[in-house]
């Protein structure tokens, strides 16, 4: 793809995933632009988009005229989303209204004002549930644990069916944990490791909860060229791929990665899971994400320690911006 002719639109691209793609296009000469709501709680934060060419939009999928943002655009990477577990629980209409109703709100403007626009779709590993065997391909059995899991499920599935149906190229990508610089840190509500993140800064213990549970994080950069690969290789278009990151680690083995990156006496303790989390906990969890990589050359760059190095030093200058 020519990213330097390409017109893509970004939903959710204050957001922390969104953003580093706007950061990534904008540098590859794209005319980006970037629709988000500030949902409360979630991970937008103006800061994310600073020093970064795009026109940033303020408007609702759910309620907002989405034709005119639509019109023209080549590439839609489609970002937003509630992605709140607990958030998902507490308010599952809420929770179906941003990734399941408003998504076929977006097809449809979509339709009329992009019929031939190729979409990536930001999809999760959430909706297998606790697996059942590991790793995780894309035919093991969906069985969401959680409300977001099943709201995110018919997001991606109302797009996969606009591909079979109307033979608009679309690929969704279901990722991992994804961690990185512009993450929400604030709290726990985004990824475990950006509450930690924050902690190591400020100086004080983080909490492990659990400890034995494997992941394979995925650092964002890693997870950017990974979208705009799905964006520009045909073949993948009209598929779903699991997208991993580095190999499997323990919550406890990533602290103890983390403590070893931040120096100078940062510490954690652990503890068992919360009753309201253990509820929709997965347990372990890793990708087995070879489908996408053989299908476009994809594999990740950046190790869990590098990563997390990486993070740290981003987040040192502008911790501010980011409470
Ligand atoms: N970060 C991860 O580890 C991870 C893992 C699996 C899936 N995902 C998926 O990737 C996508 C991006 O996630 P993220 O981590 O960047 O989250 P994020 O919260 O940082 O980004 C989502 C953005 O969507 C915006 N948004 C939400 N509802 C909206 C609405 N109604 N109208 C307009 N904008 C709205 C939010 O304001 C936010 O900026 C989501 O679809 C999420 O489900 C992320």
């Known amino acids: 793809m020519d990213w330097t002719r390409a017109k893509v639109l970004v939903t959710g691209g204050a957001g922390f995933l969104g953003s580093n793609l706007c950061h990534a296009l904008a540098e590859r000469g794209a ?10 709680g979630g991970g937008a934060n103006p800061a994310n988009l600073d020093g970064c060419q795009v026109e940033l939009v303020r408007a609702d999928i759910r309620e907002g005229d989405l034709r005119p943002l639509c019109e023209g655009v080549d590439v839609i990477f489609n970002l937003a989303a509630q992605t709140s577990h607990m958030g998902g629980q507490r308010d599952p209409l809420a929770d179906i209204a941003v990734n399941a109703v408003a998504q076929v709100r977006l097809i449809q403007a979509a339709r009329e004002a992009a ?16 697996p059942i ?7 093991h059995p969906v069985a969401p644990p959680d409300a977001n899991g099943v709201s995110k499920f018919a997001g991606e599935q109302y797009w996969m069916i606009e591909h079979r149906t109307a033979g608009r190229p679309v690929v969704s990508l279901r990722l991992t944990n994804c961690y990185g610089p512009r993450l929400r840190i604030r709290d726990a509500r985004q990824t ?19 400890g034995s549970q494997l992941r394979d994080m995925a650092y964002v950069d890693d997870v950017t060229q990974a979208f705009l690969r799905a964006a520009s290789t045909p073949a993948c278009h009209g598929n779903v791929y699991n997208l991993g990151g580095s190999p499997p680690a323990s919550l406890l083995e990533i602290a103890e990665l983390t403590v070893r990156e931040a120096g100078g006496g940062a510490h954690f303790t652990t503890r068992e899971f919360p009753q309201d989390r253990a509820a929709i906990d997965i347990g372990s969890y890793h990708a087995d ?21 990486r993070s740290l030093d981003w987040y040192r200058t502008r911790l501010a911006a980011y409470l």
């Open 192 to 210: 475990f490791l950006g509450i930690w993140i924050r902690c190591v800064l400020e100086g004080r213990p983080f909490e492990v909860w659990g």
């Open 31 to 40: 005319k980006v632009t970037a629709l988000d709501g500030f949902l409360f």
């Open 289 to 309: 994400d070879s489908a996408f990589r053989a299908a476009t050359g994809w594999a990740p760059e950046v190790s869990l320690q590098e990563g997390i190095a």
């Open 133 to 139: 065997r590991l790793p995780v391909d894309e035919t």
């Open 115 to 130: 019929p031939h626009a190729v979409v990536v779709h930001a999809s999760t590993r959430q909706f297998y549930g606790r």
